[in-house]
């Protein structure tokens, strides 16, 4: 893939992931942040890792995002006083993160990883029997944590019943 | 610059943005969504690396890391929706009923 489609991705997403941290108006940085996911979405794409990218699509795009406007939306009432301000130490915070930054692109900086013959994309038939054989128990325990999740949530966020107290 | 060595340099960029926005913000939301920041670093560098060394098992974890920030949106919004439902605080830094 052409460094310039990388890059062009690159600006995109960064400029979109700025808006996610920066943005007073939370439910703009909800909508930025659904662009950073579909500009990761199309660098899965440019990495040949066609399935990956439809999965971000409809699991972010169409199930975390969704979700996490839907919360936005049920809690507006208290985000849009004025007198609370949006951040806090964003000075110490942004040292802090370009310090992070600079340790890790020095750390990774001298790293070679492009071989001379690149290797041929993982295929989709590959990474399925993976799945289903090398990581089968992993996969087993994702699904658990997952209904785990979906009914711990349900407990938590449901109403109280109304039955009287013992 | 080759295309490998700007994609990790773009995940590092994505992870320290989180970062900053996990340190920034106020509202619990806004956590959420530089989780969810750092989350997706994480996974375009498995499926960078992946590609890089002609293995599956990058895209294979990565497939497991976007399973479990579902997981984690999903009890962290409830866990918001609750407070704000209880306790009316949305701010992370408000939750203080527990304090001794």
């Known amino acids: 893939m052409s460094v310039a489609v990388i890059g062009a991705l690159a600006v995109f997403v960064l400029v979109s992931a700025v808006w996610v941290v920066t943005l007073h108006n939370l439910f703009r940085a909800a909508l930025s942040l659904g662009l ?10 440019a990495l040949e890792a066609e399935f990956l990218a439809f999965v971000q699509i ?44 600079g340790l890790l692109a020095a750390g990774t900086s001298g790293l070679v990883i492009d071989r001379a013959p690149p290797p041929p994309a993982p295929r989709l038939d590959a990474l399925g029997q993976r799945l289903v054989k090398e990581f089968v128990l992993p996969f087993e325990v994702v699904s658990l944590i ?7 949530a349900i407990a938590v966020a449901a109403p109280r019943s109304k039955r009287p107290a013992p | 610059m080759t295309a490998t060595s700007l994609t990790l ?6 992870f320290c943005l989180g970062v900053y926005g996990l340190l920034t913000r106020r509202h619990a939301i806004g956590l959420l969504l530089s989780i969810e920041l750092i989350l997706n670093a994480a996974a375009l560098n498995f499926v960078l690396f992946g590609r890089a060394f002609g293995t599956v098992d990058g895209q294979a974890v990565a497939l497991f890391i976007i399973a479990l920030a ?19 605080i949305v701010l992370a830094d408000q939750a203080t009923m527990l304090r001794g």
């Open chain 1, 36 to 45: 950073v996911l579909l500009g990761v979405a199309a660098l899965f794409i």
């Open chain 1, 58 to 101: 409809l699991v972010y795009v169409g199930a975390i995002l969704t979700l996490v406007i839907f919360a936005i939306m049920l809690t507006a009432r208290l985000q849009t006083d004025p007198s609370v301000s949006a951040g806090r130490q964003r000075l110490p915070a942004a040292v802090a993160s370009l310090a992070l930054f």
């Open chain 1, 146 to 152: 997952l209904v785990g999740a979906v009914v711990g």
């Open chain 2, 9 to 14: 340099l773009l995940s590092h960029a994505l």
């Open chain 2, 70 to 88: 579902a997981c984690e949106a999903v009890v962290g919004l409830a866990v918001i929706l609750s407070l704000y439902r209880t306790a009316k």
